[in-house]
């Protein structure tokens, strides 16, 4: 039979995380876990889905340079050569 619920020694251990780390992420309500008596017991399963959940994709080529708000960002100006807004007008920067 296979084991259902981890301590947080076992899943740092399997993980190679520190206790501390996974008791922030417990705080934190950032992991799955049930609280038995005083203690969080991490279920199968539940630090990959808080892998997945973090996991910071990169954004499309579409969007790549662009700012918030759509426009080119100045380090793509840069990069390709365009001028900044100083030097358009005449200033030194």
Known sequence: MTKQLETL???SERVG???GRLRNLVRRNAIEYVPVGA???FPQG?????L???IVRPCSEKMA?????????GVDSILSGHKND????GQSE
């Open 65 to 73: 340079g662009r700012d918030s708000n759509g426009s080119k960002s």
């Open 86 to 89: 100083a030097e358009n007008h």
């Open 52 to 54: 997945e959940r973090s």
């Open 39 to 41: 203690r969080p017991m």
């Open 46 to 50: 539940a630090f990959d889905r808080f």
């Open 17 to 19: 995380l520190p206790v």
């Open 9 to 11: 020694k076992e899943l």
